[in-house]
């Protein structure tokens, strides 16, 4: 069972910037995995901010683009999620979340919906003041 280690987050002022990490340990599926970053407030679903295929193929929500970065250490099994001119509706509790990347058979690797994505980190909170 693959387990997802998250780290990073904070509290920020508006404009600042933040990061997080989330490693991957346990990793068996044949095909590599599809990490997919969400944010949760509560009482709201999961929604999706960001997600990277295992060949590094990324893809964002249109509130995020321009302000968000995913990226992949393959050696170190982390994908990260740089976050930059952050507002004050940034502010959520962040999660990553993988399954395995089909995108060699057509299915891209998308944060549009959390259900693909059966193996989540613990979350990790962002506050950003105004």
């Known amino acids: 069972q693959p387990v997802l280690v998250q780290s990073g987050g904070g509290s920020v002022s508006a404009g600042g910037s933040l990061s997080l990490s989330c490693e991957i340990s346990g990793w068996t599926h044949d095909d590599g995995p599809c990490v997919g970053w969400f944010r949760q407030t509560s009482g709201k679903a999961r929604e999706g901010v960001a997600a990277?295929?295992?060949?590094?193929?990324?893809d964002y929500v249109d509130s995020v683009q321009g302000r968000f970065t995913v990226s992949q250490d393959n050696s170190k099994n982390t994908v990260f999620l740089q976050l930059k001119l952050l507002r004050a509706d940034d502010t959520a509790t962040y999660y990553c979340?993988?399954?395995?990347?089909?995108?060699?058979?057509?299915?891209?690797?998308?944060?549009?919906?959390?259900?693909?994505?059966?193996?989540w980190g613990q979350g990790t909170q962002v506050t950003v003041s105004s």
């Open positions: 990277i295929s295992a060949k590094g193929k990324t």
């Open positions: 979340g993988a399954h395995p990347d089909y995108s060699d058979y057509g299915v891209p690797c998308s944060a549009s919906e959390a259900t693909p994505f059966g193996y």
